[in-house]
């Protein structure tokens, strides 16, 4: 049972998640992302060194002027 | 007669309609009977739309005689990815889900093409909801390579780059999350372009990962993609991650030439996995360029690493959030692989969705910084030629099978999590006779200069001359 820890792990996420996945899904999903996290995580702590401490995700966005919520005087 | 009607640029098409040698009726004409001859074999297609695509030839006529001239696309057959809303018309991404809907409005970018006067000769398949790199359909059939039909034509927009490669449309349209233009303009022998992110509207399209999303013309000559670029680049006030930056007029600099232009090479990333055909073709394609006056500089991306993992976890954790409902009412109308790969999507966590989003800062700071050392980057668009059809696994190098879609995107990652623009250019064939792909990829808002990049490669090179050979299937 190699993927015993993740699918535990994909079945319980995914009844907390109203997701339905009946067990042949489970084990399908399980392949996948045993894959995955460990790429993620391999990231996630290449991002987490103290050089990247400032970046921000990319995701940020630029807010623009509203008509009359910015008084124009001096 | 037809079929080298049906094959002519849309620049030497738009000149005889102008001159009264063609009518638009005849440019339908020709792509309709390519059509017919082969789309049952190459499921380019999933509908045909003949009847509108008809009154809009007839229209275009016309308008024409009228004097009104709507420029170069005026009465130009094209196809249309799946996706991407046609009011009145059936859009399925591709998928069950969506079931028999008919958009009640035009997506932005048909509206532009409206008024720039192209006929919509139909909607082309693509991989279920554009979230896959084969365009294996489980629902309206695999679309297969006009240049052997046994093997895929990439993904997602596979049926417009097969389309396009086989003669069945002069040009046609693509969305590109993370290759989905790119990868099958490469492997069918096309040029395709990603647009610089927000460079041109999503609005109407059905969304694959909101902060990747883009459409762009997939062409067979450098010169037409600029033209249907003209046509559908600028901003939109209903979506609201287009850029105001005013869009340049993209054929006005596409014979400037490549003479002293500094053009990046990362060794280390993009020729370091890959067949040895593709290598070859593109270290040839980049020997035409020095001989055509072009400097090559090695560059060195130092976070280059992660792409791959950044834009998986990226291009999952969206698409399930827009699938959410869905997937929950009715999962069995998904195809298999979509499903697995939007339930994973619900998996990953949030952190590590934003440390890949904070990982695109870097890779984005990374390459802005080197544009200050270089003009474009060259490097392959992927890193092998077509694989059979249905293949969920590939071989690149050492007789070692890899996962098809981490494989595919190895190096069309990194302009998708960048926002950078990216041109592809056939620069080649394997020892098969398969098209080799080279993307140019250039700083934000420099179409123009990629324009001008592949089309000086097109003038000195007969690659895009070539055509599939699909006899009389």
Excluded at chain 1, 21 to 39: H, N, P, T, Y
Excluded at chain 2, 56 to 79: M, R
Excluded at chain 2, 287 to 293: C, D, I, P, R, S
Aim: proline share 6%; glycine share 10%; charged share 20%.
């Amino acid at each position: 049972m190699p993927n015993s820890s993740v699918e535990q792990l994909v079945r319980t996420t995914a009844e907390h998640s109203n997701l339905p996945l009946e067990d042949g899904r489970v084990a399908a999903v399980s392949q996948v992302l045993e894959v995955w996290l460990k790429d993620a995580n391999a990231l996630s702590a290449k991002m987490s060194a103290p050089e990247f401490a400032q970046v921000s995700p990319i995701t940020g966005f630029l807010q623009t002027v509203v008509h009359g919520e910015v008084s124009h005087e001096q | 007669m037809s079929s080298e009607l049906a094959r002519l640029s849309i620049a030497t098409a738009a000149k005889l309609v102008r001159s009264g040698e063609v009518s638009p009726t005849d440019l339908l004409n020709a792509s309709l009977q390519e059509i017919e001859r082969h789309n049952s074999t190459l499921r380019a297609f999933i509908s045909v739309t003949e009847e509108t695509a008809r009154k809009a030839a007839t229209a275009a006529e016309l308008l024409l005689s009228a004097g009104y001239d709507l420029g170069p696309l005026h009465g130009i057959p094209l196809g249309i990815k799946d996706n991407v809303g046609i009011q009145g018309q059936r859009t399925t991404a591709g998928s069950k889900v969506l079931g028999n809907w008919h958009p009640d409005k035009d997506a932005t970018v048909i509206a532009k093409l409206k008024q720039a006067g192209s006929v919509f000769v139909g909607k082309t398949n693509m991989h279920e909801f554009a979230w896959g790199g084969t365009s294996a359909n489980p629902h309206y059939g695999h679309v297969r390579n006009p240049w052997d039909t046994s093997k895929f034509p990439a993904g997602s927009s596979g049926g417009s780059g097969a389309a396009v490669a086989a003669g069945l449309c002069f040009g046609a349209l693509g969305t590109d999350t993370g290759g989905s233009i790119r990868l099958p303009s490469a492997i069918n022998g096309v040029v395709g372009l990603r647009p610089t992110y927000g460079r041109v509207s999503n609005s109407g399209i059905i969304p694959l990962a909101w902060s990747m999303d883009t459409a762009g013309p997939m062409t067979r000559t450098v010169e037409d993609c600029a033209l249907m670029f003209n046509a559908i680049a600028g901003p939109d006030p209903t979506d609201p991650a287009t850029s105001p930056v005013p869009v340049d007029d993209y054929l006005s600099r596409l014979s400037s030439g490549v003479r002293g232009l500094r053009i990046g090479v990362v060794p280390r990333y993009f020729f370091s996995h890959l067949q040895a055909d593709v290598k070859r073709a593109v270290e040839q394609a980049l020997q035409t360029f020095e001989g055509l006056g072009a400097q090559l500089v090695e560059v060195d991306i130092k976070h280059i690493e992660g792409n791959i993992s950044a834009q998986l976890t990226i291009e999952s954790a969206e698409p399930s959030a827009y699938h959410q409902k869905s997937l929950r009412e009715r999962p069995g109308d998904y195809g298999d692989d979509v499903r697995t790969l939007l339930e994973v999507g619900e998996l990953l966590l949030a952190t590590h969705y934003l440390q890949a989003q904070r990982y695109r800062s870097v890779l984005r700071a990374e390459f802005i910084e080197a544009f200050k050392e270089v003009d474009v980057f060259v490097c392959p668009t992927l890193p092998f030629t077509a694989t059979a059809l249905g293949a969920t696994t590939v071989v690149i190098e050492n007789g070692v099978e890899e996962d098809m879609l981490s494989a595919i995107m190895q190096f069309t990652g990194v302009p998708s999590l960048t926002g950078l623009p990216s041109l592809n250019v056939p620069c080649g064939f394997d020892s098969s006779g398969l098209p080799v792909g080279m993307q140019i990829i250039g700083a934000p808002f420099s179409e123009s200069k990629l324009f001008s990049v592949g089309h000086a490669f097109q003038s000195a090179t007969d690659f895009h001359t070539k055509s599939p050979n699909l006899g009389s299937n």
